[in-house]
């Protein structure tokens, strides 16, 4: 069975955002009752993280988020419903994980309670090879998945995030995931038919089911992205494909006499007008200067753009030809498949942050998307506010995902600041690079979610909407115990009205 992978050495096990408070007396008999628990120090405080990059800093001080009193390990969806149950006559918080490889906090149990430890509930359990339809436990694995609809159905569902190796099939629903082949096969909420999820109460409820509908709004849609605030993802249907026959690879160099970025500039209404001719390779990333230089082997002047698509042969040539056609129109020059191939090898790892986090950088990402208008306004406004944040050295910027309407820009910015100033830094530098983002006409996250790190700023990203959102969370789960603390939800209460939480609190963690 494959597990969780620690994102980086944890030198301690207290709680940065406070004790760690015991379950009531006797919940922790009758959890046991229904599946394995581990209430260990030490196991608690490793699976109570995740790979939020304030986190792992915290992990090298000794401290996790937030210590989980217990860890629970299901392994049917009924197990799972009791245990919801049983924490909700409790009021005690449950914040279901998987890989653990969330990037916000998504995973971490920042009001404690217990942690669903979701990862024993692994396998696909049945194919239907006609309709390309996967039914896939929450625990699976992207590699177990992959390998074992290639070798026993010749199928794949073509969804591969970075965190591919570490991640699990419900921590992509949850979270609204995207894959690096999503501008062919579209993000997570694209590929799923339907699921099972247990609610707060634990009720055991299914949604869709079928290639399209007109029954009122999709409730499948409701739980994708919910980040186990409204409901535990207990099983999913996923669509497939069959493997592809045929793929090809290409790379272009853009330049421009006016400086790297105009090259940028030209490379992204390259991008558009692919995209805008119904072209849809299964990768199009694009690089600023910075990053192809730091990535690419560039020389600072130049931005890199990298293609591969897969599937039938004729189809694989349309798409490349337009590509082709349209790098040529803009003056770009064919590099060839090698920078596909170098980034195909190495566009999984993980252990650059965990080694620059060892050494006292602040890094992260903050990836976002945009119409296409108003790109090169996000892209300007977005790096213009993090490098005025004291102490910051890097703000760049590439492309990753295109859309008929926009596209997702993903920004990696790095600080130095002294060690006492770290946490500081880190707050300012999000505050300033995200709300710059929001004012130039981006939304708040395009695949990582919410979690921990972006709850402060869901209400002014959602505006009005966020109360329906809040009224939603308050009719499926009123005591407030899924997951709390995440999407800008805040501690469980027993005595929450109806009305609680419709303004979302400007800070979730100190």
């Known amino acids: 069975m494959t597990l969780p992978q620690s994102p980086i050495d944890l030198a301690g096990t ?30 608690t405080a490793d699976a109570s993280r995740d790979w939020w990059p ?17 860890v629970v390990r299901p392994q049917t969806a009924a197990q799972v419903a009791d245990v919801v149950r049983l924490c909700c006559a409790s009021g005690v918080a449950v914040t279901a994980a998987g890989g653990r490889s969330s990037v916000v906090g998504g995973a971490a149990p ?78 997570i909420e694209h590929l799923v038919v339907g699921l099972e999820a247990v609610l707060a109460d634990g009720t055991l409820v ?10 009122g709004p999709d409730l499948t849609q409701l739980f994708i992205g919910s980040e186990g605030t409204l409901g535990v993802i207990t099983r999913v249907w996923l669509r497939s494909h069959p493997v592809p026959p045929a793929e090809q690879r290409a790379s272009y160099s853009f330049r421009d006499a006016s400086g ?31 990053e192809t230089a730091r990535s690419h082997g560039g020389d600072g002047s130049n931005c ?4 591969l698509d897969e599937g039938d042969e004729r189809l694989v040539d349309a798409t490349m030809r337009i590509v082709d056609d349209e790098c040529a129109a803009a003056g770009a020059d064919s590099t060839g498949s090698d920078p596909v191939a170098r980034w195909m090898e190495h566009r999984n790892e993980t252990g650059a942050l965990q080694a620059l986090t060892r050494k006292g950088y602040v890094v992260d990402t903050l990836e976002v998307a945009a119409p296409w208008s108003v790109l090169l306004k996000v892209v300007e406004q977005t790096e213009a506010a993090l490098l005025s944040v004291p102490h910051a050295r890097a703000a760049t910027c590439h492309l990753s995902h295109s859309y008929d309407d926009g596209a997702c820009l993903y920004f990696t910015f790095a600080a130095t600041p002294p060690p006492d100033e770290f946490e500081r830094t880190y707050v300012a530098l999000w505050d300033a690079g995200q709300r710059a983002a929001l004012a130039a006409g981006s939304n708040l996250s395009h695949h990582h979610g919410i979690g921990i790190n972006r709850a402060r700023f869901v209400g002014e990203a959602l505006g009005s909407s966020w109360e329906v959102l809040a009224r939603i969370k308050h009719a499926l789960d009123p005591q407030g115990i899924m997951n709390p603390g995440k999407m800008g939800f805040g501690p469980p209460s027993a005595d929450r009205r109806a009305d609680a939480g419709t303004t979302p609190p400007e800070h979730s963690w100190p």
């Open 260 to 290: 790297p970025a105009a090259a940028f500039a030209s490379a992204l209404d390259t991008c558009r007008r692919i995209i805008r001719r119904g072209a849809t390779p299964a990768v199009l990333r694009l690089y600023d200067a910075a």
């Open 54 to 70: 304030l986190a792992l800093r915290w992990a090298l001080d000794g401290s996790v988020p937030r210590r989980a009193a217990a």
């Open 110 to 187: 920042v009001h404690g309670g217990v942690l669903l430890d979701l990862t024993a509930m692994q396998g696909i359990v049945a194919v239907d090879e006609t309709s390309g339809i996967v039914e896939v436990l929450p625990g699976t694995f992207g590699p177990d998945l992959e390998r074992e609809l290639r070798d026993r159905h010749g199928l794949s569902v073509g969804h591969y995030p970075q965190s591919f190796d570490i991640s699990t099939v419900g921590g992509w629903v949850a979270a609204r995931g995207a894959g690096q082949y999503s501008t062919r096969y579209g993000k």
């Open 304 to 307: 890199v753009l990298l293609v």
């Open 14 to 43: 207290a709680s940065r955002l406070g004790p760690a408070e015991p379950l009531p007396a006797g919940l922790l008999d009758r959890l046991t009752s229904v599946c394995p628990v581990d209430t260990d120090q030490a196991a």
């Open 206 to 215: 299914r949604t869709g089911g079928s290639p399209a509908a007109a029954e």
